[in-house]
């Protein structure tokens, strides 16, 4: 099983942390959904210094979620010290985890996420402040490099190791490449034989049969699942059940879809109010309905949408729509067959 420092996990299924996504409302149901270990959205560490209502919000933790990794990010070592500081006495979270893979321009541009990935002795002298003043286990999630001239996977990772952090988190592309081209799962294979800390691989895990193949591939300790995910957790549960059984669970009907984007809706709604989570969950409805038939022209009207029972009436229309389609398809052939 996955063990970093001394919490253990149930499986080697990590929820990514996405930005914008990977709310209490999601790692709930990512949680609930058996995946081992979930991760936060990161937070930046001027922000919790500063102590902002939205900051805090955002390091809520359920204990529900546990065990669960809190992500910061920041470029200057002190602020990014004392804001690890505040996860470790401040919260629930198990884990504190630092971003090294972020490539937006605004992350990298004031010395923080990916632009480490350029300077293995900054990993070291960060990681090792971080580890010298908390209590919880310190992870780095990083990319395998700047771009294709510039990648220190290896180095880094050792980096991270000797400073003391207890695990890394490597997506196989470059910050160059940010989400586009193929994930690079050798040098992810190269970094899991230069360590002895836990590898989490992740990168192009869209599927169970990815997730193992990923694991047989690199030798990696957990697999990380990103947009794989996103209005999809029974991508999360289905790869747990493939992986320690070797059987691939069917994809969920279109109304047991529903029910799991109304719930995380109401859970959203919850937390931040109905206003505020309905403009957000329009996204994630969205995500929820990919690959349905018709479903362009319903994220089309929900788009459009502010009140979350009028959200709801829209969508289970358009279920109930599919529900009929599918009643007539099978009554057709049936009746075909006499």
């Known amino acids: 099983m996955l063990k970093i420092g001394d919490i253990e996990m149930k499986n080697k299924v990590v929820l990514a942390p996405m930005a914008g996504v990977c709310n209490p409302a999601f790692r709930l149901i990512a949680k609930e959904f058996g995946t081992g270990l979930v991760c936060a959205e990161m937070v930046s560490d001027k922000a919790i210094l500063h102590g902002n209502k939205r900051t805090m919000e955002m390091l809520f933790v359920d204990d529900r979620e546990k ?7 920041g470029g200057d ?14 919260t629930n979270a198990d884990i504190i985890d630092i971003n090294m893979g972020c490539p937006v321009p605004k992350v990298t541009s004031c010395d923080a996420g990916a632009r480490w990935l350029l300077d293995p002795n900054k990993i070291y002298e960060m990681v090792s402040a971080v580890t010298a003043a908390v209590s919880k286990p310190v992870t780095v999630k990083m990319r395998i490099g700047w771009d294709d001239e510039h990648i220190y996977a290896v180095d880094n990772a050792k980096a991270v190791e000797s400073a003391g952090g207890k695990a890394v988190s490597v997506h196989g592309r470059t910050r160059e490449q940010q989400y586009t081209g193929k994930a690079n799962w050798d040098i992810i294979r190269d970094v899991k034989q230069a360590v002895s800390i836990p590898v989490i691989g992740n990168g192009d895990v869209f599927s169970p049969e990815d997730a193992r193949r990923l694991l047989d591939h690199t030798g990696c300790d957990g697999v990380m699942i990103g947009r794989g995910a996103l209005g999809n957790p029974w991508m999360l549960y289905r790869t747990i059940q493939y992986l320690e059984s070797g ?3 069917p994809d969920p009907l279109p109304r047991e879809k529903l029910e799991v984007a109304i719930l995380h809706m109401d859970r959203l709604i919850a937390l931040r109010g109905e206003a505020k989570a309905v403009r957000e ?9 990919k690959g349905l038939p018709g479903a362009a022209r319903v994220k089309d009207v ?11 009436e829209i969508m289970e229309q358009y279920i109930a729509s599919l529900d009929e389609e599918a009643f007539a398809g099978v009554a057709g052939s049936s009746n075909n067959a006499h």
């Open 281 to 289: 969950m329009r996204k994630h409805m969205a995500w929820y309905l």
């Open 67 to 73: 065990p669960l990794s809190l992500q910061i990010f």
């Open 302 to 312: 929900i788009m459009e949408e502010t009140g979350r029972d009028k959200l709801v």
């Open 247 to 249: 059987e691939l669970l």
């Open 77 to 90: 070592r002190e602020s990014l010290v004392e804001a690890a500081k505040v996860v470790d006495q401040q």
